[in-house]
């Protein structure tokens, strides 16, 4: 059974930085694509960005383009999102998933079959 395990979130004032670290278990880490996500209070999960099975190709939502940088270690089955000059309205919790059809996905969540519980990540302003 694939896990997924988000770290790193906390509290941070606006234009801080933070790096979130996703641990996977279970499965072939190094042959899928992996995704983070965001879900506000009151809102909609966002898809955040996104990173191919060998780290070739990323993708990430206009909204933290420039700011924000996913990348990957298959050595250590991690994934990571590394998240600088953050705004109040990056607020929210944190989920990284799994691409339910291998090495490449794209910004739909139904193109991801396992998810984390989440990390919360606050900006204060």
């Known amino acids: 059974q694939v896990q997924l395990v988000e770290s790193g979130g906390g509290l941070v004032q606006a234009g801080g930085s933070l790096r979130l670290s996703c641990a996977a278990s279970?499965?072939?880490?190094?042959?899928?694509?992996m995704g983070w996500f965001r879900q506000a209070p009151g809102k909609e999960r966002e898809f955040v960005a996104v990173?191919?099975?060998?780290?070739?190709?990323?993708y990430y939502a206009d909204s933290v383009k420039g700011r924000f940088t996913i990348s990957r270690d298959n050595a250590k089955n991690t994934v990571y999102l590394q998240m600088n000059s953050l705004k109040v309205e990056d607020t929210a919790v944190y989920y990284c998933?799994?691409?339910?059809?291998?090495?490449?996905?794209?910004?739909?969540?139904?193109?991801?079959?396992?998810w984390g519980q989440g990390t919360q990540v606050t900006v204060s302003s």
């Open positions: 998933a799994r691409a339910k059809y291998g090495g490449y996905a794209g910004d739909n969540a139904y193109e991801y079959d396992y």
């Open positions: 990173i191919s099975w060998s780290g070739g190709n990323t």
């Open positions: 279970g499965g072939t880490f190094s042959s899928y694509a």
